[in-house]
């Protein structure tokens, strides 16, 4: 059971890794640069499927430890 949570956890990182930076316009914001950060995005294609793999990923470590905790 520990080697799933480390290979879920590997993984996991890499994924997180992979994912574009949603907290850059929020330093243009403190900058006082051009503010999109309200703007209507809708994630498509292979960055949706990185957030929902992201989404797996995580519930699957977290369900993970907690059987390991028993």
């Known amino acids: 059971m520990e080697i799933a949570a480390i290979i879920v956890s590997i993984l996991l990182i890499s994924i ?3 994912q574009s930076g949603k ?3 929020a ?3 403190i900058q006082g640069g051009n ?3 309200f703007a209507n995005r809708k994630e498509r294609g292979f960055e ?3 957030t ?3 989404y797996i990923l995580g519930f699957a470590f977290f369900i993970l430890c907690l059987i390991i905790s028993l």
Do not use: H, N, P, R
Request: glycine letters at 0%; a negative charge; aromatic letters at 6%.
């Open 16 to 18: 997180v890794l992979l």
């Open 52 to 54: 929902k793999l992201t």
């Open 48 to 50: 949706l499927f990185i």
């Open 27 to 29: 330093s243009q914001i």
């Open 35 to 37: 503010s999109d950060l």
């Open 23 to 25: 907290a850059e316009s």
